[in-house]
């Protein structure tokens, strides 16, 4: 069963686990920007990493695993935090979605809900409903429901087109909330995000519509095989395959193919 991960932080992984990844059935992955684990102190620290995802982490991908890969961009909220520096980044954020693996904007959303990352969200939400481009939310790690709370009023509010946004990062106390919108739902199947037993238990109670799973391997603790082993958890657990590959490959398939530069082959 072929799958899609849109959320794979690979420029964080061993070329092996590019390798690993398209064994296991992973044929595309996208790979947004996000806060790589120290605060950017130079806008142009943030130039280069899009560079190194554009075009390093793409010809890796194709040349270790025959893998398709592709790429959002944007200003993650922790870093939004540094205002100066955030508005030189979103000044030039425009030019790279012009680029041919970009297929979206994001991560953008909230860390710590400052009035900078909402500034920094809003504009960014913009640039996106200009350009009809899909995006994806990060919802924040502390005071979770509130913060998505804020993300959900903010969409709303806009008027910004939901069904090219997906509100990542759910969990239990969250899936109410993102549900309430018409916004994709992800679930990211990583250490102190959800677990694969504990999302599937969701999907059981609240269907596969507008659902996507995603495993966030990064640089802490992470698994980049972490979609195709909650594929085999819900074919265990006695899922219709055609439910599970909804989940796993044509909603991923769906949402980021709503984007011009997506030219993976279904």
């Not at 398709?68 to 200003?75: E, R």
């Amino acid at each position: 069963m072929r799958i899609i991960d849109p959320h794979m932080h690979m420029v964080s992984r061993a070329a092996d686990d590019y390798k690993r990844a398209r064994r296991a059935g992973i044929e595309c992955c996208i790979e947004p920007a996000f806060w790589s684990g120290q605060d950017k102190q130079h806008a142009g620290a943030f130039f280069d990493y899009f560079e190194q995802i554009i075009e390093h982490e793409t010809d890796r991908a194709e040349r270790t695993a025959n893998m398709d890969h592709y790429v959002t961009i944007g200003l993650e909220p922790k870093e939004a935090n540094y205002r100066e520096m955030a508005e030189e980044v979103l000044e030039r954020i425009p030019e790279y979605l012009d680029r041919d693996p970009v297929v979206g904007v994001g991560e953008i959303g909230f860390d710590q809900v400052t009035d900078d990352e909402e500034w920094a969200f809003r504009e960014q939400l913009e640039i996106a409903e200009d350009r009809e481009l899909p995006v994806i939310v990060h919802t924040p790690h502390t005071d979770k429901p509130a913060g998505t709370e804020r993300i959900a009023e903010i969409i709303e509010e806009m008027g910004v087109t939901q069904d090219r946004i997906i509100i990542d990062h759910n969990t239990e106390n969250t899936i109410d909330i993102a549900a309430q919108t018409d916004c994709w739902i992800g679930f990211t199947l990583y250490p102190g995000k959800i677990e694969a037993d504990a999302a599937i238990d969701l999907l059981e109670e609240y269907g596969t519509d507008n659902m996507i799973f995603n495993s966030a391997a990064d640089w802490d603790p992470s698994d980049p095989l972490a979609v195709p082993k909650a594929r085999d958890k819900m074919l265990d657990r006695g899922w219709d395959r055609e439910e599970v590959r909804k989940v796993v490959f044509e909603n991923p398939y769906e949402f980021f193919d709503q984007s011009p530069n997506f030219d993976y082959e279904a």
